[in-house]
């Protein structure tokens, strides 16, 4: 079986798109609607912004969103999922890719998701690390042991654990881990604990707006961040895509359930190739391939 999966904050950069909108009529047209969606020319800050332009939530995540969607869209016939996932906020990407969201739906709850994702970050500076060289129990441990917000957020790989919270919280846990033999404490340059508790006021501002978007039954098993379980409810794609946002992303395990239901490979569609790269550490057999430029 094969699997597409779509990618998520961070993979984004300048001249993103750029080939599609050039080459491919219906990515024009759909772009162009996507500037008039959100207010302002994306096109322009994907194709000739600058690195800290494309740094800010409200344009990093409908920028790799529509990037991500409109390949897929330009592979006609040949996009034909039989499972998808994304990483975080490719998580929308694969819902409308898989038909269970509108383009135009699934582009306002991203760009409405971002604006609350960064007020929460503005209203409580924070921050998120990556920890490597450690099991997921000891960070998981550690986290615990701590008197502050820190939790674990991004369960990427075997090895490789993303922790969120306050900067004091965050501080303290590099400190622990480290001692505890984290081959690696990194603080990552983000702009807020994203899938944290610290999220909540994201999460409850996005939960209106997605219990008001129709969702339909997608074309295919959707495997969700909060449980890396298969789904094909509506009802239950809209409860977990609320959750995602204080929840962790479990994209270890949704590797390995998407593997043990039948997929022999992973096609990452978006910016960048680190989905790739962490299917790859999760089961090093399995056939990995991108699709990050026009294919017409």
């Known amino acids: 079986m094969k699997a597409y999966v779509f990618p998520g ?5 300048v001249g993103m798109g750029k080939d599609l909108y050039d080459n491919s009529l219906m990515a024009r047209e759909l772009f162009e609607k996507a500037n ?3 207010g302002f020319r994306i096109t322009d800050l994907m194709f000739a912004g600058t690195d800290e332009d494309l740094r800010q939530t409200k344009v990093t995540q409908p920028a790799i969103f529509l990037h991500s969607v409109l390949l897929a869209k330009t592979l006609g ?3 034909q999922p039989e499972m998808v996932a994304g990483h975080s906020l490719g998580e929308f990407s694969a819902l409308v890719a898989s038909g269970a969201l509108s383009f135009e739906d699934g582009l306002l709850l991203v760009s409405k998701r971002a604006l609350a994702m960064q007020k929460a970050c503005e209203a409580e500076p924070s921050t998120m690390a990556a920890i490597v060289g450690l099991e997921d129990e000891i960070v998981e441990n550690i986290c615990n042991e701590i008197d502050e917000v820190v ?14 919270g306050s900067l004091t919280g965050i501080d303290l846990a590099c400190e622990k881990l480290t001692a505890a033999g ?3 404490a990194l603080k990552l ?7 944290s508790p610290l999220m909540e006021p994201a999460r409850a501002e996005l939960a209106e707006a997605i219990n008001s978007t129709k969702f339909n039954a997608p ?3 959707v495997y969700q961040n909060v449980n890396a379980e298969a789904v094909t409810d509506p009802e239950v794609i809209k409860k977990n895509l609320i959750a995602q946002l204080t929840a962790p992303v479990r994209w270890t395990q949704t590797v390995k359930n998407m593997i043990a239901d039948g997929c022999t490979s992973f ?4 910016p960048g190739s680190v989905l790739q790269g962490l299917v790859k550490k999760v089961d090093r057999s399995m056939t990995t391939a991108g699709i990050n430029t026009y294919q017409g």
């Not at 904050?9 to 950069?13: E, V």
């Not at 991004?154 to 922790?163: F, M, R, S």
């Not at 340059?189 to 899938?195: L, Q």
């Open 9 to 13: 904050q961070g993979a984004q950069f």
């Open 36 to 38: 008039e969606i959100l």
């Open 77 to 79: 016939d040949s996009f």
């Open 151 to 164: 939790v674990p957020a991004n369960y990427n790989c075997p090895g490789q654990l993303v922790i969120s």
């Open 182 to 184: 984290a081959k690696r």
């Open 189 to 195: 340059s983000v702009g807020g604990a994203f899938h």
């Open 219 to 221: 074309d295919c098993s």
């Open 267 to 270: 096609t990452e569609v978006g």
